[in-house]
């Protein structure tokens, strides 16, 4: 069965930049469609990046050029690199999981992701 967990999350100053895992165990990301989630205290779940199973990569107008999602399929490893961190930036960050079979078009419904992690605090802040 598919697991997923994330790691990674922190304390950062503005400017700043972290770099958030999500190791998938059971399955091969080969199978699966990987995304990066966040939610702030009193807002809605959203989506930041997504990664597909042949490796195509989309992004909120929110996060793009400032994010970027990558992978490392031998070791079932999505990473997301975030760069230039705003305190707006400050949530819990998810890692989910879909099967591979969604069109890339589906990438940001998020009833899709069946899989789901714990999430990972992060904190932009001085």
């Known amino acids: 069965q598919s697991e997923v967990e994330e790691s990674g999350g922190g304390l950062v100053q503005p400017g700043g930049s972290l770099t958030l895992s999500c190791a998938i165990s059971?399955?091969?990301?080969?199978?699966?469609?990987i995304a990066w989630f966040r939610q702030a205290p009193g807002k809605e779940r959203e989506i930041l990046s997504y990664?597909?199973?042949?490796?195509?990569?989309q992004y909120a107008d929110s996060v793009k050029g400032r994010f970027t999602i990558s992978r490392d399929a031998a070791k079932s490893i999505v990473y997301l690199q975030m760069n230039d961190l705003k305190p707006e930036d400050t949530a819990v960050y998810f890692c989910?999981?879909?099967?591979?079979?969604?069109?890339?078009?589906?990438?940001?419904?998020?009833?899709?992701?069946?899989?789901w992690g714990r999430g990972t605090q992060v904190t932009v802040s001085s």
């Open positions: 989910a999981s879909k099967p591979g079979y969604w069109a890339d078009s589906h990438w940001s419904v998020i009833k899709d992701y069946d899989k």
């Open positions: 059971g399955e091969r990301l080969i199978y699966r469609h």
């Open positions: 990664i597909s199973n042949s490796a195509r990569t």
